[in-house]
């Protein structure tokens, strides 16, 4: 009976007592397993560490991926700026290098014409070698994404490129003693016409690339003729600065006043010849006048601090234009700079006869034997 009752007791308490020793161990095993991070990575061990760094490094990747997208943008967005303006001071070099190409050319053909038959003389290699430009100068890298501008740099390129195989036959029909003269004379006359041609072509060039920037919206074909007008005759008082002597006086000639009718029909003879190929490519490069006060204030921002007063009196018919006293039309010459309205084929065509008559000293010569 005893038995029988303790039995009985055992039977109704021990599951009991059992499900709750269950229940703590359960709470237990809860308690002290490992578990996962977003149900996906073990927190215990080294996975769980590894994982974290990886997370971690993954996160620091994306913001410097970002932050490294926002400075190449911005620095891209400056160097395109500054390019644009590194291409229009290489532009504002090109058109002052070939206003001298058109000089030396007129000196070296003057030269030609001068020499003594007996011997076949040629203008040194140098001369003409110099002429070419810099192709690299014109970036049409730049604009790939923009057909207006890249059309047009590209024109520009080919007409460089064409000028630069005419240098090339010029030079060598001049070293060839039994070619006719005719063709070189042909050659030369065609130098001639080329640089205020390309001049011309470049201020469209860079009319249609000032669209792109906000900065030179407003700086139109014609306000980039007048610059081009201002590098030039800039270079041209430079030039009279740097020759102060009266050597060059026997060589001058007033081409402007050569011939009345030089722009209805090719004169006669070499030298009305000669600026008549410049006048025919000089209505596309310049305005026929252009305010003097404009064009000082643009002179001034080519001009250097040191130079500003030989300009400013250069403009005013003294100070170093004083050394042209004596040449024949050097009255005119005055009293064009001081005209409120200048008169820019005028004063562009005294600029290119004084600056001919300077460089035609500077030209050597070479003998041909052969």
Not at 9 to 34: C, H, M
Not at 147 to 172: A, G, P, Q
Request: a negative charge; aromatic letters at 10%; proline letters at 2%.
């Amino acid at each position: 009976m005893n038995s029988y009752l303790v039995f009985s007791v055992l039977q109704e308490t021990v599951p009991g007592a059992l499900r709750e020793i269950g229940k703590d161990v359960q709470q237990v095993v809860t308690n002290t397993d490992s578990y996962k991070i977003f149900d996906l990575i073990p927190a215990d061990g080294p996975t769980f560490w590894i994982a974290f760094i990886g997370m971690i490094l993954s996160f620091l990747a994306t913001l410097f991926g970002y932050l490294g997208y926002r400075y190449q943008k911005v620095t891209s967005d400056n160097t395109g700026h500054v390019s644009i303006e590194i291409q229009k001071s290489e532009f504002s070099d090109i058109i002052r290098h070939l206003y001298r190409n058109l000089i030396c050319t007129l000196a070296f053909a003057q030269k030609i014409k001068i020499s003594d038959d007996a011997t076949h003389l040629y203008p040194s290699e140098e001369h003409l070698r110099k002429l070419k430009l810099l192709p690299e100068d014109v970036h049409l890298e730049k604009f790939n994404d923009n057909i207006s501008v890249y059309s047009k740099m590209h024109h520009f390129k080919l007409l460089v490129r064409n000028y630069h195989i005419e240098i090339d036959l010029t030079l060598e029909h001049m070293m060839n003693k039994h070619i006719n003269q005719d063709i070189v004379n042909s050659d030369i006359h065609g130098l001639e016409f080329k640089p205020f041609y390309l001049i011309g072509n470049l201020i469209d060039v860079e009319s249609v690339m000032n669209k792109v920037d906000r900065k030179y919206r407003d700086e139109d074909s014609e306000k980039l003729k007048q610059k081009a007008f201002a590098i030039i005759f800039f270079n041209h008082i430079l030039n009279v600065n740097s020759n102060k002597s009266a050597a060059f006086f026997e060589k001058w000639k007033d081409l402007y006043h050569y011939d009345a009718d030089l722009l209805n029909e090719a004169a006669a003879d070499e030298d009305g010849r000669t600026i008549y190929d410049c006048a025919r490519s000089f209505k596309n490069c310049f305005l026929e006048t252009v305010d003097r006060e404009y064009v000082m204030a643009l002179i001034k921002t080519l001009c250097p601090d040191d130079k500003q007063s030989v300009v400013e009196q250069f403009m005013k018919g003294k100070g170093i234009f004083e050394t042209l006293e004596g040449m024949d039309g050097i009255d005119t010459y005055r009293e064009a700079l001081k005209s409120e309205t200048l008169n820019i084929k005028e004063l562009l065509s005294f600029a290119i006869s004084i600056d001919r008559a300077i460089e035609i000293s500077k030209i050597n010569m070479v003998e041909l034997i052969s």
